[in-house]
């Protein structure tokens, strides 16, 4: 047979089929076609072809919306694109541009040729004694991507089974069912059925084994029906419906939300309707009922309908589960805890709680709501408080609740270890105690959410579940003795999912003058990352410089003592045993210079104060005062300054020269600078004349001490001179004399002091006179002694009389 060759193929083929588009009168540009066909197995490679009518701008497309494809050149009329690996279905065109004419396309299926079906279920549906339905389920292999077609094919034959009562094959046309299932009649005395399935596409067929069945072996009666049961607390009456006679009845029940539980040991005959008693239920309950039958043989039917009720209650049989606390800086009461009762131990519906405390000579009973779980109550010295529940049927037996002595903490070496359901604890076994008591509670929430386990005396070991991985735990062993007492050992729960702070502490700041007071609360419960171990503040100055400073995880309050002047950033952060948590946004904070009196002096003036003030109290008793007066004369100067301004001083200046009054040797100190003069002025010179400058005598006799004189003057000018000359011109020309001064005063003097107004500078001082206290001044020898300047060295002042007075 000679070979055509390709090239020459296509172009035949595409003239023929240029020649049928003209014939039917097509205005496509072009005809398309694949190598392989329209239906391809999937991972196929291809081509597909376009033959255009004409000479134009060639482009081929794949998919939709289209994609410009590359495609190759045969001739002029005839382009191809290669396809590797097709994995679906694919659209492909052609175009020719520029030309007023319709683009032609083309589809390719990918898919696989069908398996041979496998693993045939079919059933006896017996309708009635006369009638009944098979039905059969296959598994029909591997998706073929394709349009399938499917048939049933079944041939029977009568009770015998001889071959040659085989009736005519029937054929059953399956529609797509996902799974693939048939169903048909059987004749009545059919009692044998062979089934085979029959699956073919456009890729190729496949045909299943015979499935070969004895109807009696498939038969399944209709599924029976339920009434509503009737209960009591511990048992359900059930009616069962069944349309055809059965001989063995399936009946399972199961709680609201629990697992279905066969009934054990029924095996009844069901003709129509039978009642039935099941047992062994718990109280107060909702049960739900369902039921299937079977023949003598053959397969279980369906399952009925659901018929559910409510046992009745009863009354709890089992105490509650009671713990207690005592509530902080709280010495006459408790705080009762309990926990919910199951459904198994509540036998009903909780109305209320009992809470009853007895005394000596009286019980005092409260009722509490049916959602409380605590309650707070008075206690006394042999006292004890029962708990109860309450439901329509009775009371539980009451838990009983005594208050322990606590005795000294016990050494129980309590280990706590990470679990992969929680946490475990291990404790050492203490000596013959009744029972232990496993307390915890998220930190500081004690009294809201304590959580507890009881346990006997001889377990030395709990693990605690449920634990929130953002909390921090603490709790407690305690081991309970029958005498009473009760010994604690604490420790602290470290959850195994545990991790750092989410943020820092939220804090406050107050500032007073170079010192900073920090206030913050507890981070929320949920950002904590498990047991904070410490805050740590962090100061930074204008410079740059940081410091830190560690505070522990109880306290809430920091004071930052002088700080220098200036700007500075605070923030904080918090830690667990995983690390630091995330800084608190920096607050800027400016401290200020401080000026003024300095911080000694302030501290030293009160106590000068107080000390002055307790000083002039002593001085008002006498013995005291007089030895403050020996001990103030031994200060004084013993150098007095010359009162070479008297009037009777000046006269002695000038006719007998300078006259010096003797004092005691051992107090003379002789003193180079000019001493401030004073002007002593007696009451003899007041009555003497004293219209003449210079020409008065002085007295011959000091005044007596016995008289009380009127007034006495001292006027005091300090002035610095070379000699008594200078002196006593400055005198004269600069001050007034005064008439007089009294030697001795007791009631008061008065001190003038009057500047010349004729001073060309002017003065600074006016004329004053103020009293001075009482006084008395006279001189130890009688006759003054002039030795060239007058000085009163030789002048005891007597001041007994400045305390008399106060």
């Known amino acids: 047979m000679a070979t055509i060759p390709t090239a020459r193929f296509l172009v035949c083929a595409a003239l023929l089929m ?24 999937r991972g196929s490679r291809l081509d597909v072809y376009c033959a255009f009518h004409r000479e134009c701008d060639r482009a081929m497309f794949s998919e939709h919306p289209p994609a410009l494809q590359r495609h190759t050149v045969v001739n002029s009329t005839t382009t191809y694109i290669r396809v590797e690996n097709i994995t679906k279905q694919r659209t492909f065109s052609c175009l020719c541009h520029g030309m007023d004419l319709d683009p032609c396309g083309f589809d390719i299926w990918a898919g696989y040729p069908p398996e041979r079906p496998r693993d045939i279920r079919c059933k006896h549906e017996v309708l009635t004694n006369q009638t009944g339905e098979v039905i059969c389920s296959w598994d029909r292999g591997r998706k073929t991507h394709l349009r399938d077609t499917s048939e049933l094919v079944w ?79 511990r048992g359900c009456a059930l009616g069962v419906q069944s349309p055809q006679k059965t001989q063995y009845l399936e009946i399972q029940y199961a709680t609201e939300a629990g697992m279905w539980t066969t009934y054990p040991n029924l095996s009844v005959p069901v003709d129509s309707d039978r009642l039935l008693s099941i047992r062994s239920l718990e109280p107060y309950r909702l049960y739900r009922f369902r039921a299937r039958a079977k023949f003598s043989s053959g397969l279980w039917s369906n399952w009925s309908n659901v018929a559910s009720s409510w046992t009745q209650e009863e009354a709890p049989a089992k105490e509650l589960d009671v713990w207690y606390t005592q509530p902080p800086f709280d010495f006459k009461s408790i705080r ?65 609740i005594v208050a322990y002595r606590t005795k000294a903490s ?11 359901h929680g946490v475990a604890l291990l404790w050492r076994q203490a000596e013959r105690p009744v029972s232990h008591v496993v307390e915890w509670y998220p930190e500081g929430l004690k009294l809201q959410e304590l959580h507890w386990l009881k346990l006997s005396g001889e377990e030395s070991r709990a693990v605690i579940t449920g634990l929130n991985a953002s909390e921090c735990y603490e709790g407690a062993v305690y081991v309970l003795y029958s005498d009473g007492s009760m010994t604690t050992s604490t420790f602290k729960l470290l959850n195994t999912s545990r991790s750092v702070p989410k943020a820092g502490p939220s804090f406050q700041q107050e500032v007073d003058a170079s010192r900073v007071t920090l206030t913050w609360a507890e981070l929320p419960r949920a950002q904590r990352g498990g047991c904070i171990t410490e805050y740590t503040i962090y100061l930074e100055d204008a410079n740059g410089s940081v410091q830190q400073y560690s505070v522990q995880a109880t306290r809430r ?101 300078k006259m010096k009054l003797p004092s005691r040797q051992s107090e003379s100190v002789l003193i180079e600078e000019e001493p401030d003069i004073i002007i002593i002025i007696t009451d003899e010179e007041k009555l003497s004349n004293h219209n003449k400058e210079g020409a008065a005598s002085p007295p011959t006799s000091p005044p007596s001490a016995s008289r009380r004189p009127l007034t006495t003057y001292i006027k005091s000018v300090s ?32 001190v003038e002091e009057e500047v010349d107004g004729d001073d060309e500078e002017g003065d600074e001082f006016g004329h004053i006179l103020m009293p001075l206290p009482a006084c008395t001044l006279f001189n130890e020898h009688m ?24």
């Open 18 to 41: 240029r020649l049928a588009q003209l014939a039917a009168g097509e205005t496509s540009a072009c005809v398309i076609w694949s190598s392989a066909g329209a239906v391809v197995r």
């Open 155 to 233: 041939v029977s034959t009568s009770v015998s089974g001889d071959p040659t009562e085989l009736w005519p094959p029937i054929k059953i046309l399956i529609g797509a069912s996902d799974p693939p299932s048939a169903r048909f009649s059987v004749r009545q005395g059919v009692q044998f059925i062979s089934v085979r399935i029959s699956t073919h596409n456009a890729l190729g067929s496949a045909v299943s084994l015979p499935a070969n069945y004895t109807l009696s072996n498939i038969a399944i009666p209709a599924a029976p029906v339920l009434a509503v049961p009737r209960c009591s607390s």
């Open 336 to 400: 009762l805890f309990w926990k919910p009762m199951t459904a198994a131990h509540a036998r009903g519906k909780i109305l209320a709680y009992l809470v009853a405390v007895h005394g000596s000579q009286s019980v005092s009973t409260s009722n509490l709501s049916a959602n409380a779980t605590g309650a707070s109550v008075a206690f006394c010295a042999g006292c004890y408080v029962t708990v109860s529940a309450l439901n329509a049927k009775g009371t539980s037996p009451p838990a009983k």
């Open 410 to 420: 016990a050494h129980l070496d309590v280990t706590v270890k990470a679990h992969v």
């Open 557 to 657: 309050r920091f004071v930052l003592e002088d700080l220098p002047p200036g700007a500075h950033s605070l923030w904080m952060t918090a830690w667990t045993s995983q690390g630091e948590s995330p800084a608190t946004r920096k607050v800027k904070i400016i401290i200020q210079a401080v000026e003024g009196i300095p911080v000694f002096l302030l501290v030293l003036c009160p106590l000068l104060s107080v000390g002055a003030s307790l000083l002039l109290c002593l001085c008002q008793i006498a013995a005291v005062k007089k030895r403050v007066w020996l001990l103030f004369q031994c200060f004084m100067f013993q150098v007095v300054p010359d009162p070479a301004n008297s009037k009777w001083a000046k006269e002695i200046t000038q006719d007998k020269g």
């Open 719 to 750: 002035i610095e001179s070379d000699g008594p000359e200078q002196t006593r011109t400055l005198l004269d020309s600069k001050m007034k004399t005064v008439d007089y001064i009294s030697a001795g005063c007791q009631d008061g003097c008065l």
């Open 783 to 806: 006759e003054p002694q002039i030795i060239g300047k007058l000085t009163l060295d030789a002048v005891r002042i007597d001041c007994s009389s400045l305390f008399e007075n106060s």
